[in-house]
């Protein structure tokens, strides 16, 4: 496992992060760290198992790429964003049924104005919350064609999402949904409108993606 991630790690013009393998059955990696420098690369003893060498090296090549693109930073600052309008929406919430209230008495009116402010205030951590998937599906995408490229091919990624898609299938996990972007992929089922706030893109279309690529995207 270390020879394996200290080769793709000078592949990918990276220092070698730290290496982790955590006693679970569920198969997953991810990676972590604020930058490259300080990064760290986790996979489970399940995920150790389950996939053949290339395979895992095209989990790890993608979870390289995570931290080549500081993925790790962007997804906190998009939390943080996320969070800071959440809080802002639910002080606005709160100023507009008390504040405009007296404000009603006083003057006879403005009502219209406190159920508008109310509404916003609503739907704003909701679009807050939709971005922030939206952005970590995209990095999904990113990280996965890096992924490829670091590793020259996309097949041996293609073929270990395939793979993990079907475990999870087997045997769902049981995860926290607060976890879900940890996972390599979703461990959460995602249809209709619930796609809107998974946190990574259907494997279907990672995979399509993936054998797409042409020779020059790979070099």
Same mark, same amino acid.
């Given at each position: 496992?270390?020879?394996?991630?200290?080769?793709?790690?000078?592949?990918?013009?990276?220092?070698?992060p730290?290496?982790?393998?955590?006693? /679970?059955? !569920?198969?997953?990696?991810?990676?972590?760290?604020?930058?490259?420098?300080h990064? #760290?690369?986790?996979?489970?003893?399940? =995920?150790?198992?389950?996939?053949?060498?290339? @395979?895992?090296?095209?989990?790890?090549?993608? @979870?390289?790429?995570h931290?080549?693109? %500081?993925?790790?930073? =962007?997804?906190?600052?998009?939390? &943080?964003?996320?969070?800071? =309008?959440?809080?802002?929406?639910?002080?606005? /919430?709160?100023?507009?049924?008390?504040?405009?209230?007296?404000?009603?008495?006083?003057?006879?009116?403005?009502?219209?104005?406190? +159920? !508008? &402010?109310?509404?916003?205030?609503?739907?704003?951590?909701i679009?807050?919350?939709? +971005? *922030?998937?939206?952005?970590?599906?995209?990095?999904?995408?990113?990280?996965?064609a !890096?992924?490829?490229? =670091?590793?020259?091919a996309? %097949?041996?990624? #293609?073929?270990?999402?395939?793979?993990? @898609?079907?475990?999870?299938?087997?045997?769902?996990? *049981?995860?926290?949904?607060?976890?879900? $972007?940890?996972?390599? &992929?979703?461990?959460?089922?995602? /249809?209709?409108?619930?796609?809107?706030?998974?946190?990574?893109?259907?494997? /279907?279309?990672? &995979?399509? %993606?993936?054998? #797409?690529?042409?020779? $020059?995207?790979?070099?």
């Open positions: 496992l270390h020879r394996i991630v200290e080769r793709l790690s000078v592949q990918a013009g990276l220092p070698k730290r290496v982790y393998v955590m006693p /679970q059955d !569920t198969p997953n990696a991810f990676a972590t760290g604020r930058n490259p420098e990064a #760290a690369v986790a996979v489970t003893e399940g =995920i150790l198992r389950l996939l053949k060498t290339e @395979e895992l090296e095209g989990v790890l090549a993608h @979870e390289l790429a931290i080549k693109n %500081r993925d790790i930073l =962007i997804s906190s600052v998009a939390a &943080v964003i996320a969070g800071a =309008i959440s809080h802002l929406a639910y002080m606005a /919430q709160w100023g507009a049924m008390f504040g405009m209230g007296r404000s009603d008495d006083e003057e006879g009116g403005g009502g219209g104005n406190m +159920i !508008t &402010v109310i509404l916003m205030a609503i739907m704003a951590p679009a807050a919350m939709l +971005i *922030q998937m939206a952005i970590s599906r995209s990095r999904e995408f990113v990280a996965d !890096t992924g490829a490229k =670091i590793l020259h996309g %097949r041996p990624l #293609a073929n270990a999402l395939l793979k993990l @898609e079907g475990y999870n299938k087997q045997l769902p996990m *049981q995860v926290n949904p607060a976890t879900a $972007q940890m996972y390599i &992929v979703n461990p959460l089922s995602a /249809q209709g409108l619930t796609r809107l706030f998974s946190t990574h893109p259907p494997i /279907q279309e990672r &995979v399509d %993606r993936l054998m #797409a690529l042409k020779v $020059q995207d790979l070099m």
